[in-house]
DNA sequence: CTGAAAGCGCTTACAG
DNA sequence: CTGAAAGCGCTTACAG
C-alpha cells in the first residue's frame, strides 16, 4: 500500500503545516483564536493535500452527520421488481432528497430498521421520515426509543396522538372522491383498499365507512394485496361483478394498479367504462393515466408533501419551532374518462 | 439530562453482563471464541437494555458504512422546484434504493461533493453512483483521489476510459430516434439539446452529427437550458419555425419539457402536429405522456438500468469480478401521436 | 476462553 | 495564541 493510496487525514496537515491538530481543526472551522497567518498556512497546507474531513468521524464526535433517513413503509410490501404504479413514492423521495440538500443535509433511503437483517446503517442518520406509518409501527417504536428525531407522514393509525406527524387528509380525500363518484351517477360503491396495515389503507377506509353511513348505503368492501398489482385488479373484477346481487356500479381502487386491473377486467365482462361503470383511483401513477380509458386518480402532491416533511424534520433537529396543525397539501381530483359519462358534463376543477 | 435518555452503549452492555467490551463485541458479531453462556449472557443483556452498535462508530473504526451515495448530475440544474419531466432520475434514484436494500446496503442522494458548499456528509459513504457525468467531471476526479469507489452511468465524455461506468448506449438511442422520425415523413429534422454538458447531451449531439451525415443533411442543432423547461421549448418553436428558410419538419427534443412546450409553441404558429411537424422526446416523462398530442419518447429503462448500477458498484466494494462490458439495457421507443400521422400505418414496436 | 490496550479521525474543554 | 489530553463508540490484534 503506497502513501498516496490513502486520503490526507488531520494529523497529515497539522505535521506538514508544522502546527497540533487542534490548531488545524481551529483554524479551518473559524473556531478559537488562531493567528492570521496561522490560519492561512493550514487553509493553505490543506489544500495542497486534498484534506476533506472524514464525515463519519466528525459524525462520530459530534453526534452529528449531516444526513437524514426516508423509511417509505408501503415500498416494503412491493417485493423485489420496481412495478409501475409507485410514482407517488419515487416523487417522494427525490423530492425530499433536494428538499434535504437546500439545508445542506443528504438524503438517504433506508428499509425498517426494526427488521431483523435490516442495514446497520440504517440508524445512522441525525432524523428520520417515516412515510405511511403502519398500525403501532415499530420503527417508530424504535426511533422514540433510541432517541432518534423524526417526523411521521400520515399518522400511526394505532396512536394518532403519540408523535409528530404531517397528517395526511386521508378521509376528506377519501369523500372528495366518493363524491364525484355519487355525482357523477353512481349508486352503489365499492372500496378495494390494500391489506398492508398503514395509515393510507386504514384512514381510507374509516372515511369510506363514515361517507357510507352518511349516505345510508351499505359498506361494499374488499381487501387486496398491494403486491397483486393488475392482475390482482383484474381478479376483484371478476369476483364483485359476477355476483347476482349487490353488484357495484362505482369502485374506488386506493392502488392505481388495482383500478387498472380492475378496468382491464370489467371490459372483459363485457362492461363499458365509464357507461356501465365508474372507477377511480386513490393514488396518481404512470398506469392509470396511459391507461384505456384513463382512469380518474388522485393526486396526493407528493412532491410539495416531502418538501413540508423535510423542512419539519430539519426545524425539529435545528431546534426551531414547529408548526405541527399544518397539514400536508390539498390533494386534488384528476377527473378522466373512467368517470366522464358521455352527455355528462362534468365541470373541470378549479 | 436523565440517564435513560441517552441510547445505551457498547460500555453499558459490558457492564451490566460484567464482561469487557471486547467480550461483548466479539460474542454479538460471532468472533473470537467465547463461551457458549457467555455468549447467551450478553445477548440477553443487550436485548434487555435494546442495544444496538452505533454504526457511525462503526463505520469509522471499519471504513465500511453500509452505505453507498447517489450523484444525479442533472438533478442539479433543475433548481429549486421538483419540476415534471425529471421522471427518468426518480424512477432510477427509487430503484436504485430498493437494489441497495436487497444487498445490506442504504442508498444516499447526493449533491456534488466537490461543490464548495457540498454537505460533508456526501462524502461518507463506502461507494459512489454517477449518473450522467458531465464534461471532465470534477466529482469523479474527486472520488478518484479520495480513493471512493464508483461507477458512472454514462461515461465522462472527455475521458470515456479512465474509469468504470456502465455506458449508455445514446448514440444508438439517437439513432433510433432520428430513423423513426425519418420513416414517419421528416426530411428536415432539427435537434434540441440542454446546455448542461453531462455525457447524455454531448453523446446525444454525436450521434446526431454522426447520423445527419450519413443521410447527408446538414445539421440543425440548437441548445437550450434545462430549466427553461416548457417555457423554452415554446420559444424555441418560435425560432426555429419563424425564419422562412431551412424550417425543420422533424424535430427531436431531449427532455420531456422542451418537447412538450416545442409541440405547444408549433400550435400556437398554426402547425398541425404530426401532420405538419413531427415531434419526439429523448426522455419520457409525465408530460409527454399526457400533452396533446401525447409525445412520442424513448424510454431510456432507468429502473433496469439503476438496478445494473447498484449490483457493479457492491461487487466493486465487495472485490468481486465486475463485468464491465455489460451495457446498460436496451432503450425502447414509445411511439405517440405526435409522430403518427393519419393514414400512415406505422408498425407497433416488438 | 477473556480482557487491557491501541486506534479509527475527528472535536472540545482546558491549561499554559 | 497554541497544544496536550480526553473522548465520541466501536473493533482488532495480541497477551495472558
Not at 433517513?69 to 415500498?75: E, F, K, M, Q, Y
Not at 380492475?262 to 365482462?269: D, Q
Not at 408548526?323 to 386534488?332: A, M, V
Amino acid at each position: 500500500m503506497s502513501i498516496d493510496a490513502a486520503r490526507p487525514t488531520i494529523n497529515d496537515v497539522a505535521e506538514r503545516a508544522g502546527v497540533s491538530r487542534t490548531t488545524v481543526s481551529n483554524a479551518l472551522n473559524g473556531k478559537g483564536t488562531i493567528g492570521a497567518e496561522t490560519i492561512e498556512r493550514v487553509r493553505r497546507v490543506a489544500d495542497e493535500l486534498g484534506y476533506e474531513p472524514n464525515a463519519v468521524a466528525r459524525g462520530l464526535r459530534q453526534s452529528k452527520l449531516g444526513v437524514i433517513s426516508l423509511l417509505i413503509r408501503p415500498l416494503e410490501s412491493l417485493d423485489t421488481a420496481m412495478p409501475e404504479g409507485v410514482d407517488y413514492f419515487l416523487r417522494f423521495a427525490g423530492s425530499a432528497a433536494l428538499a434535504a440538500m437546500d439545508h445542506g443535509y443528504s438524503l438517504m433511503l433506508i428499509s425498517d430498521p426494526a427488521k431483523p437483517g435490516a442495514p446497520r446503517s440504517s440508524l445512522a442518520a441525525d432524523g428520520c421520515l417515516v412515510e405511511s406509518p403502519i398500525r403501532n409501527d415499530p420503527a417508530l417504536t424504535l426511533l422514540d426509543r433510541k432517541r432518534i428525531p423524526f417526523v411521521a407522514i400520515g399518522v400511526d393509525p394505532d396512536r394518532p396522538d403519540d408523535f409528530p406527524a404531517i397528517s395526511q387528509q386521508t378521509e376528506r380525500d377519501t369523500f372528495l372522491v366518493l363524491d364525484h363518484l355519487r355525482e357523477s351517477g353512481a349508486q352503489r360503491i365499492a372500496l378495494v383498499t390494500g391489506t398492508d396495515e398503514n395509515s393510507w389503507n386504514a384512514l381510507a377506509r374509516r372515511g369510506y365507512e363514515r361517507w357510507a353511513a352518511e349516505h345510508d348505503m351499505a359498506p361494499l368492501i374488499r381487501t387486496l394485496d398491494e403486491t397483486s398489482g393488475v392482475e390482482g385488479g383484474r381478479s376483484m373484477a371478476h369476483e364483485l361483478l359476477a355476483e347476482a346481487s349487490d353488484r357495484p356500479d362505482g369502485v374506488y381502487c386506493l392502488t392505481g394498479r388495482h383500478a387498472t386491473g380492475f378496468v382491464a377486467g370489467a371490459i372483459e365482462l363485457g362492461y363499458d367504462v365509464p357507461e356501465d361503470l365508474l372507477v377511480a383511483a386513490g393514488s396518481d401513477a404512470v398506469v392509470t393515466r396511459t391507461s384505456t380509458p384513463s382512469i380518474t386518480s388522485l393526486d396526493m402532491r407528493p412532491v410539495e408533501t416531502a418538501r413540508l416533511a423535510v423542512d419539519s424534520l430539519i426545524s425539529l433537529l435545528e431546534g426551531e419551532a414547529v408548526d405541527w396543525s399544518s397539514k400536508d397539501p390539498t390533494s386534488l381530483l384528476a377527473i378522466r374518462d373512467s368517470t366522464t359519462r358521455r352527455g355528462t358534463a362534468t365541470a373541470a376543477p378549479a
